[in-house]
């Protein structure tokens, strides 16, 4: 008899709902890079580096106070809100590449949205201990559960992991609305040549792949604990 999901113990739902999530978010990280390191290789015409862009989208939005800084690595760019820092990586800071430009303008728009006061990134902002919590406290509340063989807290265990769902969820228009933010600078004020734009904007279409990849599994992931142990409570009743 198949038991809450298994079969011949083989995790069914994993297989159903969270493998081909997982599968989709290989495949996106793989085309970010994959993007990325293609119009890295494309350098803009105005010779433009990723920290002149950002500063850029920083004064046609009336932001000031927000540093520009280096930071090593690739692909480690953001904005840091506690110091009011944008940190661009060694293929970005100094890089006059079209994907670089595409890079810092999205950092900056995060500095943007934290200016203006933007709804979304304060509300990730506020619950970011919430679901640090959530993310520790989930797989030991369960395991607990089961082994006292409480519902309760296994459904506090599920709740837990939900809070990490989430912030996925809040996190993804966030990163769109920042991508918005910098593709419109960079066509409203020319940063870039309109030959150059859409590699740009494609390099930014890729880094949002990954974001909608990590919402979609973290909801798989739920849904599968969801349907375990909802199930396990049915037939213990």
Known sequence: MPYHGYYYGIDMYYIVLVLPCVLFAFWAQNKVNSTFNRYSRVQNLWGLTGAQAAEAVLRYNGVSGVRIEYVSGKLTDHFDPRSNVIRLSSAVYSSTSVASIGVAAHEAGHAVQY???????????????????????????????????????????????????????????????????????????????????????????????????????????????????????????
Do not use: C, H, W
């Open 115 to 237: 200016a203006i006061g933007y709804a979304p990134i304060k509300l990730r902002a506020a619950i970011i201990p919430l679901t640090q919590f959530g993310s520790m406290a989930a797989m030991p509340l369960l395991i607990l559960g089961l082994l006292l063989n409480t519902s309760t807290l296994v459904t506090i265990g599920i709740a837990a992991f939900g809070l990490s769902t989430l912030f996925q969820l809040v996190t993804l228009p966030v990163e769109l609305d920042a991508s918005r933010r910098a593709l419109q600078t960079i066509q409203q004020n020319g940063l870039l040549t309109a030959d150059e734009y859409p590699m740009a904007k494609k390099t930014l279409t890729a880094a949002a792949l990954t974001y909608v990849a990590a919402l979609a599994t973290s909801l798989a992931q739920l849904l599968r604990l969801v349907l375990i142990f909802g199930g396990r409570d049915r037939n213990d009743r």
